[in-house]
């Protein structure tokens, strides 16, 4: 599974509809995480430019893909940016890894 990060931001007229009818949204999100095969590990609202986040695990880059595809379309959302997240202990073999590609990079002009 992969891990991957969530940030949205509701368009004004969602939050109108939540104030009129608050509700816990965390069983809509574990639901869409497990649709595609994935779970829900996180969902949190956040002051600052975005209104909130939520971490999930995935089977893969094309299920990320299509859950962000499915929040955006559904014209709730005036943002959803998704990233994926990299776990400490994956870091070491990335930083090797980076370390063969860089000698065997050529700068432009080069």
């Known amino acids: 599974m992969a891990k991957f990060a969530l940030f949205f931001n509701y368009k004004p007229e969602t939050w109108d509809a939540m104030v009129k009818k608050p509700g816990d949204r965390t069983a809509a999100v574990r639901d869409l995480a497990s649709s595609v095969g994935g779970s829900l ?19 893969d880059v094309s299920s990320a893909a299509a859950l962000s595809l499915a929040v955006s379309s559904s014209g709730a959302f005036s943002h959803v940016e998704t990233r994926q997240l990299i776990d400490p202990d ?18 432009p002009g080069t």
């Open 90 to 107: 994956d870091m070491p073999s990335t930083l090797e890894m980076a370390a063969r590609a860089r000698d065997s990079y050529r700068t």
């Open 41 to 59: 590990e996180s969902l949190y609202y956040m002051l600052g430019d975005r209104d909130g986040m939520v971490v999930m695990d995935v089977p």
